[in-house]
């Protein structure tokens, strides 16, 4: 979001320069900013070395010890099997947030490629885009996941996180097609669509840099969503399979013995819930920052 | 105002067509009917299956838009077909809503009722202490998925229980069995709803705050309110009516979406308390790949969504004038 960038795309946007200034002063500013970004910067600092600051391998099961609860030896405790959940939470939480990091900006590319088309072309292509957007959003998305699942399951957590994300991207699209539609009028865009560009490239030129903080944003907070959507589709056994473990699969096994060996489940929720508050802390500072009418730093 | 709601039930209703068709397509796309003849010993004859499959409508030789053409006529004559598991899928699901209605009327209104008003409350009073912590309590719960909550709260009833020392708080399931007369009973159901009601009604209370408290702030910052006051009328008064009710209107935008947030949050609830609801059925059917089942459910939750959506354009009309011309 350099000067540069913004000056590129005409001259109304000259203007522009100094709140995009003001809106980094003001995310800067925001204690949920930090809060929300040094978590998450922990969290996945800790997803990627934490396996080497314990002794414990994800596969070995320590025999003298079947579902202790957390010691210094274990800090999160193990399972029925011996397996010390420290590390399966590490697994888990990697493959957690590799499907939130491929799904969510999957899920934002969309919307902005539909609205921003729909946005911009209007008319019938408007039309049908929109009513496809309607038709998608009647049949909640965790229905259709649910549904889809015996298909989804079969590519691993790959086709896992595009189905999450082929799945997610409705409301942002309308919200990225009102967008458009007031850029659409704007002296620039016109400038460029009468001089002949292609509706894709000022869709890449001229909407989508003019609605790059929109999309971030989206990005950031589609990535906590997604995360959340993969760890309810496992815990229902409709999601990661076995052998492959996540935030999702850890918590559905922690469940039935909740009551008696509560460490199996609160360790997988505790990282959960920290992870996603933190990515969403981050959007809504980001989303704080943005707002015109905000307070100003 | 005659003329919206007859252009939007058009369209809900053509939209609620096509939606149908195209749940019976995936759902017959994504489940293999085959899979539950599998392995069996003794192996189940070719044609025991062929007939089963043929009398069920869901035999994948015969060709996809046959299936749903036959599908689509028999729910032209009011019947969705019948379950792998015997019965009527129609029968099925009505008994099934019964027992998730229960959960989800009292759970979303409440879950609505406090959502709305944190949210105004918080906005009025924004950035003090009372906004702060809601905000950031409904961070900490959005990010928390409805069945974690369900299951913490089940940790602690279970602690609560065991200080009492007696089963106070019941939450498997919607009652137990054996209780005699009625006060017993409503009591026992009482007890049972305790829990998957609180849990429905703080994660939607949650998410609801967050868009009333959005939405209020930006009707305060026009001069509305400013307007009803210098008109006379009290605080209360302009907040409640010339704030409260714009910053309503948006809400009712989202409806559809609204909805189906709110009957997912429901379904993994009532899943997590080991309900029989729908959310139980879809699942099982699509363990069972059971299509008629499957594509039952999700034609049900497509009305039921659009029809709750017409409510919401009612209510829409009512609250905005402008909508009416």
Known sequence: MTGRVRGRTGADDVDLRRPSARVVRRVVRDPQAWVGGVVLLLVVVWALVGPWLRPWDTTYADVTAFGVPPSPEHWFGTNDIG???????????????????????????????????????????????????DLMLVIPSLFLLILLSPVLTRGGWPTLAVGIALLSWMVVARVVRAQTRTLRERGFVRAARFSGASTWRVVRRHVWPNLASLLVIDATVAVGAAVLAEATLSYFGLGVQVPDVSLGTLLASGSPSVATRPWLFVFPAAVLVVTVTAVSLLGSALRDGLDPGGPDA | MLRFLARRAVWSAALALVATCLGYLVASAALDP???????????????????????????????????LAWLSGLAQGSLGTSVRGGEVGAEIATRVTTSVQLLLVGALLGVGIGVAVGVAGAVRQHRWFDRVTTQGSFVVLATPPFVVAVLLMLAATRFNDAVGRPVIRFTGPYTVGHEGWWAQTM?????????????????????????????????????????????????????????????IPMSTYAVYTVGMVLTGAMVIELTFSWHGMGEYLLTAVRDGDVNAAAGTVAFTAVLVLALGLVADLVHAWLDPRVRL
Request: charged residues 15%; positive net charge.
């Open chain 1, 83 to 133: 397996q010390d959940l420290y590390q399966q939470v590490l697994v888990g939480l990697r493959k957690s947030l590799m499907i939130g990091l491929v799904a969510g900006p999957l899920a934002t590319l969309v919307a902005a490629v539909v609205g921003a088309v729909a946005g911009l072309v209007g008319g019938w292509v408007d039309r049908l885009l929109l009513a496809g957007v």
């Open chain 2, 188 to 248: 026992d159901r009482a007890s049972h709803l305790l829990l998957p009601t609180l849990a429905l009604a703080i994660v939607l209370a949650a998410s609801f705050s967050r868009y009333q408290r959005a939405m209020t702030l930006d009707v305060l910052s026009t001069d509305l309110v400013r307007g009803a006051r210098a008109r006379g009328h009290t605080r209360r008064s302009a907040l409640l009516r010339h704030g409260v009710r714009v910053a309503l």
């Open chain 2, 34 to 68: 085959l899979a539950r003849f599998r392995g069996r010993n003794p192996p189940v004859p070719d044609s025991t299956v062929q007939s089963v499959l043929d009398a069920a409508g869901t035999n994948p030789q015969t060709p996809i838009l046959a299936r749903l």
